[in-house]
Nanobody, 126 residues
Framework: EVHLVESGGGLAQAGGSLRLSCVAS????????LGWFRQAPGLKREMVGC??????YYGDDVKGRFTISTDNAKNTVYLQMNSLKPEDTALYYC?????????????????????WGKGILVTVSS
């Protein structure tokens, strides 16, 4: 059974940084797309970043500020968030599916991805 558990959220000031972690059990990263998503109140869940086969993809709103990475030995995927803005405030989720990030074709909120963490709150104050 696959489990994804996020950590590292909390409160940050605008311009600050946070690093989210997502520990996966029940799967190995090879052959999987690993994504970070976020959902702000009243808005649709959106993809923040995704990594598969060493290639990284980012949403337009976070390019140049956020970095996704993995530590395969720890079965952990990270989201380093720099230059945070109040509009980055959201519940952040990690998710996984077999295959490539470009094959994530479903609709929000689950984008057709079978594995999701419970989410972790990030709040950015101005």
């Amino acid at each position: 059974e696959v489990h994804l558990v996020e950590s590292g959220g909390g409160l940050a000031q605008a311009g600050g940084s946070l690093r989210l972690s997502c520990v996966a059990s029940g799967l190995t990263f090879d052959g999987y797309a690993l994504g970070w998503f976020r959902q702000a109140p009243g808005l649709k869940r959106e993809m923040v970043g995704c990594i598969s086969y060493g290639t990284k993809y980012y949403g337009d709103d976070v390019k140049g500020r956020f970095t996704i990475s993995t530590d395969n030995a720890k079965n952990t995927v990270y989201l380093q968030m720099n230059s945070l803005k109040p509009e980055d405030t959201a519940l952040y989720y990690c998710a996984a599916q077999r295959g490539d990030c470009t094959k994530i074709a479903g609709l929000p909120p689950d984008y057709g991805m079978p594995y999701w963490g419970k989410g972790i709150l990030v709040t950015v104050s101005s």
